[in-house]
């Protein structure tokens, strides 16, 4: 171990491994097959880059993206570990130079599409000296998995063909059922299955429900507002919303772009490119979006629509934070969105399985608990205390009696026949005007302005309690009308009382005024960043040298390493290699450079005399 532990100093810059990566490598090195299930941003790439630097031979990596691919490689060569990836776009003079490096033993990881691997299984493989197969994403060799690709069900031959290969399979994101069916599919021997812890901590996980379009996308722009000039993502179900929100962005100069499966190889290229490079501020996205970025420093991930199931919603905000500061998380939740994903599942080949994930994504989100500790529950992890990052911790639920209230909307449901939605049930309490409710003649019922006395927020929020607690349902087949329950009627005739959690609006939701939109809101980078101007100039030299070596600024170092050299200020090549993500490669490029700059801007910050 302690020769591991000086390759992950010199080649990636940490002192210490994180939890099992260091039980994951050994297991490697001994040539043997492991399964291990880390979250995203939680060092998996370690796992099998270092045991590929310390055995001999080439080890074959195993990705589905290009974008992936590419990201990882420039991060090895920048840290001085040979690598490359082969993939369809490359002309096949660079592919044939690529293999024959490979075949020389010059490159430590090549990289490969599962699509161009089964085409060198019998050409290139076996004139190689294999040091390992990893296979990353391997959720996706699973009908069971949240992102199923028939490609990946051709793998299962490698261990066939080369027995004697360890095998790593990792991903960030399996449940009990698509783990065993991992292993199966490819055919593991006798693997042991490493699960290292799925808390995020640095990750602020907040849920708004029931927002109209208008007030989501003010809430978005409010909240980019709010992290200015930092880099995010805003996952959209449907291609169209994610042009409209990319437009709405940049009418508030906010620079955002559009991508989706819709657009041509180049758009979504340019879109990429200019995220990955901090060009563009904010990517409006359909799911696909993200899965090939290594971007360390994307900072928020907010979700448009709800996702469909937990795993692909705890994949998706792990594409936050990689670096380990400060992240934030936001997820719109309405009942439309549930009626389309409803029909999706049921479509789905296995309608079963996708909408019991549904139904606990939809859990998930009604909740007034602890939000991590649902999600470390849902992947098999006990969580023994509420995280308080969560917006449900951080305004923890005060209960009032709204017996009276509840009643209130459970007559006026009543009176409709059953036949009223959300909105026409808040019409009609707060006594609209609108010609539709006027031509059913809801304006003459007796609860007509009953709950006038209150917002229509506010009855929105309450509202969806009501549906959390059981007092009404939604009938998806009539018009996602609501329906009174049992528990609701009891209520209603006094049999039962009506607890409530009180609300107060977010500050994503208010409404700016005039004095904050006069006023420039600047926001600090993290909790460590006390010397706000050298973290400026550090960020500023990494972009010149990542614009001179055409590389995403993330490449020459992280945030999370720039706020370490903030927060230590070496002076000196020795005490510059102490900073974590510094290792001898980067220490040798960059270290002068960095101390220098450290030095004159001490300098200049001092008191003259």
Known sequence: MKELTLLLKKFFGFDSFRPLQAEIIQRVIQKKDSLALMPTGGGKSICYQLPAIYLPGTAIVISPLIALMKDQVEGLMANGIPAAALNSMMPEAQKQRIKQFAIQGKIKLLYISPEGLMGETDRLLPLLQLSLIAIDEAHCISQWGHDFRPEYTQLSVLKERFPDVPVVALTATADKITRLDIIEQLKLRSPQIFISSFDRPNLSLTVYRGLAKKEKTAAIVRFIGLHKGQSGIVYCMKRADTEAVAETLNSCRIKAAAYHAGLSPAQREEAQNDFINDRTEVVCATVAFGMGIDKSNVRWVIHYNMPGSIENYYQEIGRAGRDGLPSYTLLF?????????????????????????????????????????????????????????????????????????????????????????????????????????????????????????????????????????????????????????????????????????????????????????????????????????????????????????????????????????????????????????????????????????????????????
């Open 333 to 609: 939740y309405s009942l439309a969105d549930l009626v389309v994903l409803r029909r999706f599942a049921g479509e789905s080949g296995q309608s079963e399985v996708n909408l019991e994930k549904l139904n606990r994504m939809q859990r998930y989100c009604e909740a007034d608990i602890c939000r991590r500790r649902i999600l470390l529950n849902y992947f098999g992890e006990e969580a023994g205390h509420d995280c308080g990052n969560c917006d449900v911790c951080r305004n923890p639920p005060q209960r009032f009696d709204g017996s009276l209230l509840v009643q209130k909307a459970l007559s006026a449901i009543l009176r409709t026949g059953e036949r009223a939605g959300i909105q026409m049930l808040i019409d009609i309490l707060r006594a609209s005007a609108r010609s539709e409710l006027v031509r059913l003649g809801y304006h003459r019922l007796k609860t007509y302005g009953a709950g006038r006395d209150l917002p229509y927020n506010l009855w929105k929020e309450y509202i969806y309690q009501m549906l959390q607690l059981g007092y009404i349902e939604t009938d998806y087949a009539s018009a996602r009308s609501l329906k009174v329950t049992p528990l609701g009627r009891k209520v209603l005739y006094g049999e039962a009382k009506a607890l409530l959690s009180a609300w107060h609006e977010p500050e994503e939701l208010k409404r700016p005024s005039r004095k904050e939109k006069a006023r420039p809101i600047r926001v600090s980078s993290g909790p460590d960043s006390a010397d706000e101007k050298l973290l400026d100039a550090l960020r500023q030299l990494r972009k010149q040298i990542a614009q001179k070596e055409s590389v995403p600024a993330y490449i020459i170092f992280s945030d999370a390493t720039l706020q370490d050299m903030a927060a230590q200020k070496p002076l000196d090549m020795e005490s510059f290699a102490a900073i974590r993500g510094v290792g001898d490669v980067k220490l040798e490029k960059y270290g002068k450079v960095f101390t220098a700059l450290i030095q004159f801007v001490l300098k200049g910050a001092a008191p003259a005399g």
